[in-house]
């Protein structure tokens, strides 16, 4: 059973924005998301120290912060499938990326970025045509892809839709096209 910061006694109560303080002086991480896997200085906090409910509280405070971008883009469009995109994007985020080689650093990029971004399509004067061209070019995409198990794929698109943005809003730059010399 996968464990999260949630279920450790190193996880602090108090939250800003959605991360809570990791006490853990070992784990060498300040913040932690609630619904972030475990490290390897896990302990079990069990109920007597967190209750369930607590333990659930932190969880969906951690989740209405750290999807940033997904959340706009539902919040926007108001679809009936809203939970099922932002928890099949949070299940990446929060348990794959941190096992992949480099994913820890994309998750720490994408919580600098990510609500930098959000604010950006929400203020968007058409933020509701940007909401559904994201939809229709990669949200729907990472969707079928993460229900076919087609996870590496899933990512991919996400990713690509994170640097279109990153562009967009000027947060870098345009990467350049190589020039393939014979």
Request: hydrophobic share 35%; with cysteine; aromatic share 12%.
């Amino acid at each position: 059973m996968t464990k999260f910061c949630a279920d450790c006694i190193y996880m602090g109560n108090v939250d800003t924005k959605g991360k809570f303080p990791c006490n853990n002086s070992r784990s060498g991480i300040k913040v932690v998301s609630a619904r972030q896997v475990a490290c390897n200085y896990f302990t079990e906090c069990f109920n007597s120290r967190r209750s369930e409910t607590e333990r659930e509280r932190m969880m969906r405070t951690s989740r209405d912060y750290g999807y940033y971008i997904m959340t706009a883009v539902m919040d926007i469009l108001n679809l009936p499938e809203r939970e099922t995109y932002i928890t099949e994007f949070a299940y990446v985020k929060d348990v794959i990326m941190p096992k992949l080689n480099g994913g820890a650093a994309w998750v720490n990029e994408y919580d600098t970025f990510g609500p930098v971004i959000a604010f950006g399509i929400r203020e968007e004067n058409d933020h509701a045509s940007v909401a559904l061209e994201l939809f229709e070019t990669y949200i729907r995409t990472f969707h079928a892809l993460f229900n076919n198990n087609e996870i590496d794929q899933a990512i991919s698109v996400y990713q690509d839709m994170f640097r279109e943005l990153m562009v967009r809003y000027q947060l870098i730059d345009k990467p350049q096209k190589r020039e393939i010399k014979n």
